[in-house]
């Protein structure tokens, strides 16, 4: 064992990708401990041998395309008209519009990466400065993995064998709530640095309106589905990839063939890194559960207290730690076997905790110094690491706040999903 984790902690001080210093330790592990050669392929491939993991590469899709086909600048013009009158006006317009691409695309990076490009151009262009605008943009594309649909949802459906409709639906009104708080915040920002608001033209709004109407209906269609039965979330990825080429390539034809395969390309390459994750993953847990590691992790946690509550505060410390450091998808595949044991006895709801455990690793995707977000935000957006990680600090206090209501009232989590789906 002590091969095992030494690899692992070297190849992720060294700066290797996470996918290779889990894989390259789960196979020395195995190795070193006289496993069978067959058990390496067979736990990696079962990893990822899963109906419901074909959402994955579709969802990615789905939101290059969006990006691509110029659907995400229609949504954040709207949004600019919607609440752009309000002070700090597109900070607002930015956090609104991560909401509705939310819906779509269920990746943070897809946020970050495709719509805050366009988020930030006009925030600077309007007086915000690049840091605000950086900051803004950051917070808000934590909500994307968090609002139906969402990629890490799928991955925790997969794993721990619940209804992945239900971690959808569970997912709203944190999601809401993460948007009104960020906007509370922008709100203090803006007065009290007077940064200018856009102003309110009604006509302008309902013009706007027809005509990104068909991006706005989206999450409308997808969440429709899940509530009525119509479709499973893998099929709804489906449908979502289905109707971004439809309305890119019939209605705002702003999609060509160039365009077209580069969207393949970048979400096949995505999806293989994060399915490749999940499955050098899957070895990883098996190394840990065969060896008694998880068992004697779960028994020192339960040490300290039996009490629920305690508990929850304790996973939730270790969980935004990790998300710091580490990509969703692969503290999802290796901690579940080590929380779920300890979680269940105690008679916390598996939907809830599902939905506390990836809002902690998407706050851990813009905390410094690691969070994968800020990275691609400085890049989009060509501001300083330094410089973001001071701007961002004030917006992790409302995503935190909302993480400990949600943990803490479970009720928030639940009601929606319990209301609606049965």
């Known amino acids: 064992m002590a ?20 894989g390259a330790s789960a196979v020395l592990g195995c190795l070193s401990l006289g496993y069978p050669l067959m058990v390496i392929g067979q736990k990696m491939v079962t990893g990822i041998d899963s109906y419901l993991l074909i959402a994955i590469p579709l969802f990615i899709l ?44 269920g990746s943070a990076t897809a946020d970050a990466g495709g719509l805050g490009t366009i988020e930030m151009e006009a925030m600077t262009k309007n007086g915000y400065t690049p840091k605000f605008s950086a900051a803004v943009t950051a917070a808000s594309s934590v909500i994307g993995p968090i609002f139906p649909p969402s990629i890490p949802l799928i991955i925790y459906g997969a794993t721990a064998s619940v209804s992945v409709a239900k ?12 948007g009104v708080a960020l906007m509370i915040l922008v709100f203090i920002f803006a007065v ?51 109707y971004a080429l439809v309305i890119s390539l019939l209605v705002y034809r702003t999609m060509d063939w160039k365009t077209f395969k580069k969207c393949l390309l970048d979400s096949a390459i995505t999806s293989a890194n994060t399915l490749f994750i999940i499955g050098t993953s899957t070895l990883f847990t098996y190394v840990l559960v065969k060896e008694g590691i998880s068992a004697q992790i779960a028994d020192f946690i339960l040490s300290i207290s039996d009490n629920p509550a ?23 595949t290796l901690m579940l076997p080590v929380l779920l044991p300890i979680v269940k006895p105690l008679g916390i709801d598996l939907i809830h905790f599902g939905l506390i455990m990836v809002l902690n690793l998407m706050i851990g995707q813009v905390t410094p110094p690691f ?52």
């Open 371 to 422: 969070g994968v977000c800020l990275f691609v935000i400085s890049d989009v957006g060509k501001v300083k690491l330094d410089t973001l990680y001071k701007s961002i600090l004030p917006f992790l206090v409302p995503l935190i706040a909302v993480l400990f209501l949600c943990t803490y009232c479970p009720q928030i989590v639940t009601w929606l999903p319990n209301l609606l789906i049965k």
């Open 310 to 332: 305690v508990i929850l505060l304790i996973i939730n410390i270790i969980l935004l730690i990790l998300g710091m450091f580490m990509e969703p998808g692969a503290i999802l």
């Open 192 to 242: 009290r640095y007077k940064f200018e608001r856009h102003p309110f033209h009604f006509k302008q709004m309902v013009k706007q309106f027809g005509s990104s109407l068909l991006s706005l209906i989206t999450p409308l269609i997808i969440l429709a589905g899940f509530t009525t039965g119509w479709f499973t979330p893998t099929e709804a990825s489906s449908i979502a990839v289905a």
């Open 62 to 105: 789905a939101g290059n395309l969006m990006n691509a086909g110029k659907i995400t600048e229609k949504i954040f013009s709207f949004c600019k008209e919607l609440v752009g009158w309000i002070p700090g006006g597109l900070g607002h317009a930015n956090i609104v519009a991560s909401i509705i691409f939310a819906g779509m695309s």
């Open 167 to 178: 971690l959808f639906m569970a997912g709203v009104i944190p999601g809401l709530l993460m």
């Open 3 to 22: 091969i095992f984790f030494i690899t692992f902690f070297v190849l992720l001080i060294i700066g290797a990708p996470i996918s290779i210093s889990i």
